[in-house]
């Protein structure tokens, strides 16, 4: 049993900035993959940035310059600092994460219940 609580979405006007947050917890040993993804309306669901492993990230192109993925090790926590936010932003932000459990044998995928992020013009 894993959770994904997410927390620091909002409404924000295009220039602006927020932090999401989100924390795991639960029956956790340790976490391989950490981080988020976005779903606009009408769009499949798309990666934003991750963490991989200890120390590698990946973001999606069109955020580089921009987002920043970051996250806490001890406190299971994996964050989102948004900079210089776009209408084209806006979405239902959603963290991930793939989590090996006390016991177990192979890591499983989970998923946060997701923040709105709205950004105006």
């Known amino acids: 049993q894993v959770q994904l609580v997410e927390s620091g979405g909002g409404l924000v006007q295009a220039g602006g900035s927020l932090r999401l947050s989100c924390a795991a917890s639960g029956n956790i040993f340790s976490i391989g993959v950490m981080g988020w993804y976005r779903q606009a309306p009408g769009k499949q669901r798309e990666l934003v940035a991750e963490?991989?492993?200890?120390?590698?990230?990946n973001y999606a192109d069109s955020v580089k310059g921009r987002f920043t993925v970051s996250r806490d090790n001890a406190k299971n926590t994996v964050y989102l600092q948004m900079n210089n936010l776009k209408p084209e932003d806006t979405a239902v932000y959603y963290c991930?994460?793939?989590?090996?459990?006390?016991?177990?044998?192979?890591?499983?995928?989970?998923w946060g219940q997701g923040t709105q992020v709205t950004v105006s013009s």
């Open positions: 991930y994460a793939r989590v090996l459990s006390v016991h177990g044998v192979r890591e499983y995928g989970y």
């Open positions: 963490i991989v492993g200890r120390d590698s990230t």
